[in-house]
């Protein structure tokens, strides 16, 4: 079945650290892919996505590229900021108006 | 951007008592909306679908008698949970997609923390 793998955490960051987040997945059919966050007490965020291979995402200095060959979309940010202290979600999506089928949250905690 | 509103972000209940809680999308019609339950390990599980004009999909194991969820029109789902009892007590968010045949990206609620004492 469709499903997304990415690592547990938590991560823990000094602040200007380099972060990477792996996320893999498995899938039918071509899906869409995305990074959700999702602050304390809050509801979840589209941080980025990208719709077929090779596609590249970014905003607010993440970044994550489609990666068919090896079935991965690992989220990257090269300087972390306290305020990127959250939980992060690796989600596909296969059909149009389904339910996104998302990974178990990575939890990331930067100090300063 | 889309905006999808749920209401109340924070509720206190009595066990036994039911609860309600709406799921509003601010700028697009959703005919279809989802229902969330995340436990305290972040894992988020889908609980069901909630179809504009008809019944709503419950997942596997979740006791359709006890969420009751109502899509009483093309911007507003309702999840209600009857008879709360402690084990119920968890944050509930709610999702609605964008019109298909693009990025298939879904748009969430702020959460709604259930706590049954």
């Known amino acids: 079945g469709n499903s997304v793998t990415q690592m547990e955490g938590p991560v823990t960051l000094s602040e200007e650290a380099f972060l990477t987040i792996n996320c893999t997945y498995t899938?039918?059919?071509?899906?869409?892919l995305f990074w959700y966050v999702q602050y304390p007490g809050e509801g979840l965020q589209l941080l980025l996505k990208a719709t077929k291979a090779d596609d590249k995402g970014s905003n607010k200095g993440f970044e994550a590229t489609y990666r068919k060959e090896t079935t991965s979309f690992h989220l990257e940010k090269g300087s972390v900021q306290v305020s990127d202290s959250a939980v992060y979600f690796c989600?596909?999506?296969?059909?149009?108006?389904?339910?996104?089928?998302f990974g178990k949250g990575t939890t990331l905690s930067v100090s300063s | 951007g889309a905006v999808v509103s749920q209401h109340p972000s924070r509720v206190i209940c009595k066990s036994g008592t039911s609860v309600k809680i709406e799921c509003r999308s601010l700028?697009?019609?959703?005919?279809?909306m989802f229902w969330y339950r995340q436990f305290p390990k972040k894992s988020l599980m889908l609980m069901a679908t909630s179809n504009e004009g008809s019944k709503a999909t419950y997942e596997q194991g979740v006791e359709k008698d006890k969420f009751l969820i109502n899509h009483a029109s093309l911007t507003l789902s309702t999840l209600t949970v009857t008879s709360a009892h402690p084990e119920d007590s968890s944050f509930y968010i709610c999702?609605?997609?964008?019109?298909?045949?693009?990025?298939?990206?879904?748009?969430f609620g702020q959460g709604t923390r259930l706590t049954v004492v």
């Open positions: 899938a039918t059919g071509y899906p869409s």
């Open positions: 700028d697009f019609q959703a005919t279809t």
């Open positions: 989600a596909l999506s296969i059909q149009a108006g389904t339910a996104l089928i």
């Open positions: 999702s609605a997609p964008l019109a298909a045949g693009g990025p298939t990206e879904a748009f």
